[in-house]
Nanobody
Framework: QVQLQESGPGLVKPSQTLSLTCTDS??????????WSWIRQPPGKGMEWMGA???????YYSPSLKSHTSISRDTSKNQFSLQLTSVSPEDTAVYYC???????????WGQGTQVTVSS
């Protein structure tokens, strides 16, 4: 059973902001010691961890993406979101959200959503 579901536009224009939301139906996003990540996979390339938000709202970012990445959450909706600003075609990828903790940082995954950056 898929407990994480990504949602958002499948097409974004260059220089615009990519916004995605992940809904966790498997438990509260404030559950102690868990964290929720965004991960992407460009076509023909490997997985890239983008960042995460912890159970207490703390955020963590990949150094290479930190300058134009923001992760936030809405605890009332049990959702967390990704914003990637000033996108370029190189940001075209399948974007995944994941939940984990401890020795299993990516224990549960969403199905992924394709985002294409193109004019």
């Amino acid at each position: 059973q898929v407990q994480l579901q990504e949602s958002g536009p499948g097409l974004v224009k260059p220089s615009q902001t990519l916004s995605l939301t992940c809904t966790d139906s498997g438990g509260s996003i404030t559950t102690n010691y868990y964290f929720w990540s965004w991960i992407r996979q460009p076509p023909g390339k490997g997985m890239e961890w983008m960042g995460a938000i912890g159970y207490d709202g703390s955020t963590y970012y990949s150094p290479s993406l930190k300058s134009h990445t923001s992760i936030s959450r809405d605890t009332s909706k049990n959702q967390f979101s990704l914003q990637l600003t000033s996108v370029s075609p190189e940001d075209t990828a399948v974007y995944y959200c994941a939940r984990g903790g401890g020795n299993w940082p990516f224990a549960s995954w969403g199905q992924g959503t394709q985002v294409t950056v193109s004019s």
